[in-house]
């Protein structure tokens, strides 16, 4: 008799299940699960490469009513299959949080849940490019306001030449993203420290040297910093990312803010915005405020190091189709950091400047993209013209949270109350 898959093997199990189902038309992968006695572990593995690879909305409504049987399937009396159940539930509350029809049904399902907070409407709903609405009038919840001293955004950011090497390093079918194992969601958290004193030694160098000039210009006291730490991400439109400090090794013994966080967006029509708040770690109540800023190539967003920030989840299907990726390369800027070195992918490692240039580092290919000649740089690109949708770069938007019930909690809520859409 075989054995049951258990551990490692039953996860590759599912995973092959799951992607082969989501692989087929939408109708065809419901159909199987409809008549198959499915677990609410695949139904929800499903569902979410359904969204992740979304090429139609066909795509988006098998997911939605694969999500709904799985929520309505009891949970055995195990913590994964509570687990799994929950997690169907959330998606489930993003998908209809993200539709204007649906907002009342989401909350529900957050209430449900025991959330007593939720991300607004204007933000998790936010409106797509080529919405109608009259003439230079901001969506709901939105004001065309200028942007405090703290958040700033560019187009134009970087020369031609470096957008284009910069692109081909991080591509998403190339080998930075493969030799370290990312894997969008699940990974951990890793990056590079580049020194800012002395001359650029690769490509990457002059990348963030010129990403600095650009800060320096907007917050003066990055002029101080001697480091820049960066890391990178590659996500479906679906992804997004919760809201979060930059901090030194990810706030172990303590938050550490950068003087100078950015994000310089690689590429465009996929993911949802990067959304900054008013808030501190020192403050005790939740932002009411925030901004957004959405992604384009070559934009460069730039804040204050110490602003809660994150990227919310795209809505419906990606403009630039369902294989399109959000990549994206954040740096902050740092008076001081302590570097680790560790030979797995982990916080603030030195970067591999000697792979870089071609001698050495264990076979791995990613470092040697990251060098290329000067004179391939390119001129100076002009910063891009506004869009008619965006009359400005940075949104505000207001409120940020929005309570389920009552008045809401006082002060800071825990953290596991607060919908973010994860």
Request: positive net charge; aromatic residues 8%; charged residues 25%.
């Amino acid at each position: 008799m075989p054995r049951e898959p258990t551990g490692a093997s039953r996860q590759r199990r599912l995973l092959r299940i799951s992607k082969r189902l989501a692989r087929a038309e939408p109708e065809t992968a419901l159909g199987v699960l409809q008549r198959c006695d499915q677990t609410p572990e695949i139904m929800l593995r499903t569902a979410a490469i359904l969204l992740s690879e979304a090429r139609s909305d066909a795509w988006l409504r098998a997911a939605r009513r694969i999500l709904r049987v799985a929520t309505r399937t009891p949970p055995a009396d195990q913590p994964r299959s509570v687990k799994t159940r929950k997690r169907a539930l959330e998606l489930l509350a993003l998908l209809l949080a993200q539709r204007p029809s649906t907002q009342r049904r989401a909350d529900a399902l957050l209430r449900a849940a025991a959330f007593e907070l939720r991300l607004s409407a204007a933000i998790l709903c936010y409106p797509r490019a080529g919405a109608r609405r009259r003439p230079g009038a901001p969506p709901p919840g939105y004001s065309l306001r200028a942007p405090p001293a703290g958040v700033r955004a560019i187009d134009g950011a970087l020369p031609s030449g470096l957008l284009r090497n910069l692109q081909r390093a991080f591509a998403a079918d190339g080998p930075f993203w493969r030799e370290h194992r990312y894997a969008c969601g699940e990974s951990p958290f890793f990056s590079y420290v580049m020194p800012l004193d002395g001359a650029p030694q690769c490509g990457l160098d002059r990348v963030v040297r010129a990403v600095h000039s650009r800060v320096c210009a907007a917050f003066p006291a990055a002029k101080a910093a001697r480091y820049a730490e960066w890391w990178a991400h590659c996500r479906p439109h679906s992804a997004g990312h919760q809201l979060h400090f930059d901090s030194d090794d990810e706030g172990r013994g303590g938050v550490r803010n950068p003087i100078v966080s950015t994000a310089l967006y690689l590429t465009s029509g996929a993911g949802g915005p990067t959304l900054v708040t008013e808030q501190r770690v020192s403050d005790g109540a939740l932002a009411t405020h925030g901004w957004t800023v959405f992604p384009r190539a070559n934009r460069l967003v730039m804040f204050d190091g110490r602003l809660l920030h994150g990227v919310i989840p795209g809505r419906g299907v990606a403009p630039a189709g369902g294989a399109a990726r959000r990549i994206t390369l954040m740096i902050a800027f740092w008076p001081h950091i302590r570097q680790r070195s560790d030979a797995r992918p982990a916080a603030a490692r030195p970067f591999p400047y000697e792979a870089a240039r071609g001698g050495g580092g264990a076979g791995l290919k990613w470092p040697t993209r990251m060098e290329w000649a000067a004179a391939r740089d390119g001129e100076a690109a002009a910063a891009a013209e506004e869009e008619d949708d965006a009359p400005r770069l940075l949104w505000r938007v207001e409120p940020v949270w929005q309570a389920l019930g009552g008045e809401g909690a006082a002060g800071m809520p825990a953290y596991e109350r607060c919908f973010q859409g994860f």
